[in-house]
């Protein structure tokens, strides 16, 4: 497959989630490369990921999640943050989320909107969330209902179109996905948070003979 690099051209992107976390375990090493570069960027999550952590109940999973993807954000030099407050693991591809995305797009204005994943599987082995399916759908139609949408629209997943080079940008991606603590601590308690986070970044930024580097991987959905 011949990957092309990222489109450089641009200024502000939005990232469009459903949960918290979302970002982290893919693109977190391409944001800080950007947010380093001058570039700006939003986070936009549909919910607060309250029904995330196994038995801890949803008013105290949600704050909990809440506070660990603004930590995460800020490390890679996001302070923009917003969540929407949509039911996490029922999220739908409705016509209310869909209104929320076009206003969010509208209003930020961007060059680039990224989201997740739409297929049904990561992996032969790795089917995808319900959620990210549902969701991704609706930021495509979202997308395609705007009278002037952005210059590009991409997804963050397997046999990618594009590729962001981030060997230097490694670190402070496993640093931001380790701030999500209290989820991983849940998610693995035998295995350490950071250690965690280091084989999660690692499984996502393979290396790219073709632009000679590791990289980010990214779906060209939409280009006008």
Request: glycine letters at 6%.
């Amino acid at each position: 497959m011949n990957i092309q690099p990222f489109p450089t051209d641009w200024r502000t992107a939005l990232v469009l989630v459903p949960h918290p976390d979302d970002p982290e375990y893919g693109i977190g090493a391409a944001v800080a490369k950007w947010t380093a570069e001058g570039k700006s960027v939003h986070y936009a999550l549909a919910s607060r990921g309250e029904a995330g952590i196994a038995g801890m109940p949803a008013e105290q999973a949600g704050p909990i999640r809440e506070g660990e993807q603004r930590r995460s954000a800020a490390i890679v030099g996001v302070d923009d943050v917003v969540f929407w407050d949509f039911p996490d693991s029922a999220i739908r591809d409705t016509p209310e989320l869909r209104a929320k995305i076009a206003e969010t797009i509208t209003a930020i204005a961007p060059d680039v909107v990224i989201t997740i994943y739409s297929g049904p599987s990561w992996a032969p082995d790795a089917p995808n969330q319900s959620d990210h399916i549902e969701f991704s759908h609706a930021v495509a139609a979202a997308f395609d209902s705007l009278p002037a949408p952005p210059r590009w629209l991409f997804e963050n997943g397997p046999e990618p179109t594009h590729g962001e080079v981030i060997d230097d940008y490694v670190d402070v991606a496993v640093d931001s996905l380790a701030a999500h603590k209290v989820y991983l601590e849940v998610l693995d308690p035998g295995t350490p948070v950071v250690e965690q986070a280091r084989r999660q970044v690692d499984m996502s930024t393979p290396k790219s003979s073709e632009l000679g580097g590791r990289i980010a991987e990214f779906i060209l959905k939409r280009h006008r």
